[in-house]
């Protein structure tokens, strides 16, 4: 089947989150709906707009809508969880949502808007996205290290050359003040997904020389990857893919300023990217 349109995933997204506990992130999320639509991995890995898969930018739609609605939630850490509404709601009709809803942005704005999501303007996730997908892969590399930094990593160096299995480069994180771990990493700057392949390639270069695997890129990981990232028996590698890798960017003010008005405002910061 086709991925849903963004209406359609109201109740699959609801039941999802259900299904899991209560509260999901939002690659729980889509790995739920999928499994339960039954899509294929071609469908989950159908681009919608630059990086972002039909799959996810629906799901993002849809949780948007849940959460004016009442029946979500989510916190500052990326959890999304059912709301006390939520928790007791069976089924969602998706035409008395989009009603509500788009009733609210009505009187927001005080202009009709559009409720058709599949025709939304770009959103600042990708616009910055197709930036940084266009800069060179020595910037890239770059960014990456500065991600690292920002994000409490020492020692980080970019150590990317050929015949070194695709390991881009290398840092150490602490725990705690006590503990540390040894990171390679790898950034791919793709506009698709990220085969397991890779995820194998990638283990096989950094085995015996690091204690954790980090794999960042612009664009998805399919299911099969992820799946083969966390294999038992095999040294795990977490994976950014680029629509955490954006919000990660925000999150630090990397190339990225957030203005504080009645609406949040993101803008972008072309210049820096340009810089790297």
């Known amino acids: ?52 898969t039909k799959l996810s930018y629906r799901l993002a739609w849809a949780r948007n809508y849940l959460k004016r609605f009442g029946l979500l939630e989510n916190s500052t850490r990326g959890v999304w969880s059912l709301t006390p509404e939520g928790s007791k709601c069976k089924s969602v009709d ?10 609210m942005k009505n ?26 997908r266009g800069i060179s892969p020595a910037a890239f590399e770059r960014l990456c ?13 970019v150590t990317g050359r050929s015949g070194d299995g695709g390991i881009d480069g290398k840092g150490v994180v602490r725990i705690g003040g006590l503990l540390s771990f040894h990171v390679k ?7 698709g997904s990220v085969g397991a392949s890779v995820v194998r390639d990638f283990r096989g270069a950094m085995d015996g020389r690091a204690d954790k695997g980090l794999l960042i890129t612009t664009g998805t990981f399919t299911r ?20 955490e ?32």
Not at 115 to 127: G, I, L, R, V
Not at 249 to 262: F, T, W
């Open 1 to 52: 089947m086709a991925v849903p349109k963004y209406d359609e995933l109201f109740e699959p997204l609801l039941q999802a989150v259900q299904q899991l506990g209560g509260s999901a992130s939002v690659t729980e999320q889509e790995d739920t709906v999928a499994a339960n639509l039954r899509l294929s991995e071609k469908e989950i890995a159908e681009i919608h707009r630059g990086t972002r």
């Open 94 to 103: 998706k035409e008395d949502v989009k009603r509500v809803v788009t009733a």
């Open 107 to 132: 009187a927001q704005s005080g202009e009709q808007e559009s409720s058709d999501a599949d025709e939304a303007e770009p959103t600042w996730e990708d616009s910055l996205l197709e930036i940084v």
């Open 145 to 157: 290290q500065r991600l690292l930094r920002e994000s409490g990593f020492i020692h980080v160096e």
């Open 185 to 191: 990493f790898q950034s791919k700057r793709y506009k």
């Open 224 to 243: 099969e990857a992820r799946t083969e990232a966390q294999r038992d028996g095999a040294r795990p590698i977490d994976l950014v893919d680029g629509e």
């Open 245 to 276: 890798l954006v919000e990660k960017l925000k999150q630090l003010r990397i190339g990225v300023d957030v203005q504080q008005k009645v609406i949040e405002e993101v803008v972008i910061r072309e210049d820096y990217f340009k810089t790297l």
